[in-house]
């Protein structure tokens, strides 16, 4: 009976030291919070209009230059894209 006894309390305490482990690695692992955006106001708002209301379109080659610095990129990348 005691050997049970103490097998039981072994098994206990591993799962509560595993769980205490797993624990710690969704506190390190998991990703941080996002923060609130912050609200533009007075000039940096107006700027941002200002901006919002003259966007210049990308050239052609400007688009092939990204989608040929993408493929390298995609190329070279050891996870998947």
Do not use: H
């Not at 996002?34 to 003259?54: H, Q, V, Y």
Request: net charge positive.
């Amino acid at each position: 009976m005691g050997g049970n006894l103490f097998f039981v309390l072994c098994v206990m305490w591993d799962i509560s030291y595993i769980s205490a482990v797993i624990n710690n690695l969704k506190t390190t692992i998991m990703a941080r919070p996002i923060a609130p955006t912050p609200t533009l106001k007075g000039i940096e708002a107006l700027r941002f209009m200002e901006k919002m209301d003259n966007v210049q379109p990308v050239s052609k080659e400007r688009k092939e230059e990204m989608k040929r610095n993408y493929e390298l990129a995609k190329s070279r990348a050891t996870f998947p894209l």
